[in-house]
């Protein structure tokens, strides 16, 4: 069974969704940033988007993992 957020949570923290939500939304910005750095090992070149692409779909499918998995510990 899932334990509800005071159960865990010291006493006047966010709630379990606020600090997922403003961590997934560090984690976008990071994702991008990283993704682009990758992209400029071609940059100039017919490449640099299809490397920008993969990284962003490779990144975002591991984060999906994760956070599945996450939830799924409750």
Known sequence: ARA?????????????TELLRAAQRKWIAYRAAACEAEATKSYGGTGQTLVLVICLTNKTNHRTIALRSYMAEG
């Open 4 to 16: 509800a957020d005071s159960d865990w949570l010291p006493e006047g923290a966010p709630p379990r």
